[in-house]
């Protein structure tokens, strides 16, 4: 579901589209590979979470054995078109009005049921739309029923139009409370062994941020020069499987603590696992070599080889700077603007300011005099229908389309090279 924003009737904010709670819960679970959500709600919530979800983290074609044999054959979504409308993900129960009056749970348990015997799955999940959560229908009893052997949960979206990294936190909390007790019932943490290198989780990243893999694997990078190995991502990629492996870690990791800290402390409080929360992300030179020195700190670790490559990126970043600023002054001074989730526009905020000596502007982004502006596409277009002046810099989806071949981040040491390279070009590409 899309929200179109208006906070006043003056025309002075900008009215944006941009996803709420609800997408932050689907997109959440769609991370998690062989999970299925049904989405208990209109039709007209589920085609944006469908086509993003498989646009964002593809699934390949669904194979089901055919009846005379166990010879597989691809099942073509369009024959799925009661449920999934001829798409491959979110399948929904388009309530109607009769729905909102009698209930939902008859549909729920048909499209639960049809879900059993059509596509294999390794969570099930099902979220009640606004209206259905108002009605009050809980369908956690017959999501149990019918799939007594996977974990099964029910998320709830009573609140119109709230964050969309508050779906996110939301998620993956109830994905713990509801289904933790079936995911580690056996678990059973090892003593440690000092031969074998320590191991993290990953919070707090969603496939809905732009350049999810690149950071993914930027994060791997940073760690494994600090001798740590990551054992789980979670809802960005990862399989029920590796969420079983949780407990095996030595240490959770909140990357934004908008999207997963609820999690954390859950996992604190109910497995005894102990969490790091990064303060400031890592975003630039300055954070990327505070998030290593703390987690090695807590690990035991050495992070003189991540503080070696930064020196050494800092090098490389200053060459550029310096052509730079010899032709025009610049970035020093220059006036920028970041809007995205708190936590990311307080690492990018950080990192320009203090590294590139650029001023962040702070007042309402629709009354933005920045430069240049950090944002989503749907943020910069209409500064740029407002006849202002800036450069716009893309760090979140939805985005104009440009299609990225190569692999990037705004994390870590790469990510900082990245930042500083597209502003260094927006001042190639008009005078500022």
Known sequence: MTEFCSKNTSGNELRSIAPDGISGMIFTMEGIRNSVILLNGPMGCKFYHSTTSQFLMPRPALYLPVKEGDEAVEVRFDFLNEWFFRQPRVPCTWLDGHDYVYGTLEKVTDGLRYIKEHVPCDLITVVNAPGASLIGDDPREICREIFPDIPAIVLESPGFSTEYYDGCDTAILELFRQAGDRLWKDAVKEDADSSRKPTVN??????????????????????????????????????????????????????????????????????????????????????????????????????????????????????????????????????????????????????????????????????????????????????????????????????????????KTLLGINGALFLTEQVLNSFMTRII
């Open 202 to 407: 990953i919070l707090g990243i969603s496939i809905w941020q732009k350049y999810a893999l690149g950071d993914m694997n930027e994060i791997r990078r940073i760690l494994s020069l600090c001798g740590i190995d990551v054992n789980t991502i979670l809802c960005a990629g990862c399989t029920v499987d590796e969420i079983r492996k949780i407990p095996e870690a030595d240490l959770n990791i909140v990357l934004y603590p908008e999207m997963g800290l609820s999690g954390a402390k859950w996992l604190q409080q109910n497995l005894g696992m102990p969490y790091y929360v990064c303060e400031v992300p890592p975003i630039g030179f300055d954070a990327t070599a505070v998030f290593a020195e703390e987690i090695s700190q807590l690990l035991k670790t050495d992070c003189s080889k991540v503080k070696e490559e930064i020196e050494i990126a800092r090098a490389k970043a200053w060459y550029s700077i310096s052509g730079i600023y010899n032709a025009c002054g610049k970035p020093d001074g220059t006036i920028f603007a970041v809007k995205s989730f708190p936590s990311q526009e307080k690492g990018i905020t950080q990192f320009l300011s203090d590294y590139l000596g650029m001023i962040a502007d702070t007042s309402d982004i629709s009354h933005t005099k920045a430069e240049v502006v950090f944002s989503d596409a749907n943020i910069i277009s209409e500064l740029m229908l407002r006849d202002k002046e800036f450069c716009g810099i893309e760090i979140a989806n939805p985005t104009m389309g440009y299609v990225d071949v190569i692999e």
